[in-house]
């Protein structure tokens, strides 16, 4: 039962570098976005998707761009990397419809990112 | 636009005392309210929740009432034990939409 899978775990990068975090989830699950985690922040959130082809923006967007070409998958790319992107990312996936009114997110065991 | 706050930590505690972790929320309509937990090292995981004024949300002894009038979501267990160290999340979910928002994080300590 893999559920919601990010890759990679931890990454360094150097200012101005750009990549890509993978998601990836099995549970068929409409809804996806990812968060940072910050030092007394809690999460904030970055990016969502309500389906494949629908993506919208969260708290925090600048630097940040996502697509959703299949319903599993829901990459987020760093295009130019800044030392203020270093933190912990998180992606999570809930269902949309069927089960509205719980909305429970699941979550991924996290990226750790540093900018250099 | 919707906010959740929550009481700053650390909460340090001995084992078998009793927790209390405040939570307040803003938010047009009804929406749905959550507590996250997270242990080290790992992601969150939903602890409860609750989807409409009066409810309960209850699990692994612990326990939060959706309070309408006092805009309130408070965690409460009656005895906590060292396992139950980790940061715990209160969130909330708008009406008629997917985003969850969460408040900062208390970061419990239980000594044993």
């Known amino acids: 039962n893999a559920g919601v899978t990010q890759t990679p775990k931890f990454q360094v990068l150097k200012t101005g570098q750009s990549m890509t975090l993978q998601c990836a989830q099995d549970?068929?699950?409409?809804?996806m976005s990812w968060y940072r985690q910050d030092p007394g922040m809690g999460l904030r959130l970055i990016h969502y998707?309500?389906?494949?082809?629908?993506?919208d923006q969260g708290e925090v967007p600048n630097g940040y761009n996502v697509s959703r070409s299949t319903t599993e998958d829901f990459p987020l790319r760093l295009l130019s990397a800044a030392p203020s992107q270093t933190s912990v990312y998180f992606c999570?996936?809930?269902?949309?419809?069927?089960?509205?009114?719980?909305?429970?997110?699941?979550f991924g065991e996290g990226s750790r990112l540093t900018v250099l | 636009g919707n906010s959740v706050t929550q009481m700053e930590g650390p909460v340090t505690l001995s084992e078998e005392a009793f927790l209390t972790i405040n939570c307040t929320y803003t938010?047009?309509?009804?929406?749905?309210l959550f507590w996250y937990v997270q242990y080290p090292g790992e992601g969150l995981q939903l602890l409860l929740k609750?989807?409409?004024?009066?409810d309960k949300g209850s699990n692994k002894g612990f326990e939060a009432t959706y309070r309408k009038e006092t805009t309130s979501f408070h965690l409460e267990k009656g005895s906590v034990q060292v396992s139950d160290s980790a940061v715990y999340f209160c969130?909330?979910?708008?009406?008629?939409?997917?985003?969850?928002?969460f408040g900062a994080g208390t970061r419990l300590f239980v000594k044993a």
């Open positions: 999570a996936s809930s269902y949309s419809r069927g089960e509205v009114g719980t909305g429970e997110l699941f």
């Open positions: 549970m068929n699950h409409e809804y």
């Open positions: 998707s309500v389906g494949a082809g629908i993506t």
């Open positions: 938010a047009t309509g009804y929406p749905s």
């Open positions: 609750a989807t409409k004024a009066d």
């Open positions: 969130a909330l979910r708008g009406t008629g939409g997917f985003k969850t928002i």
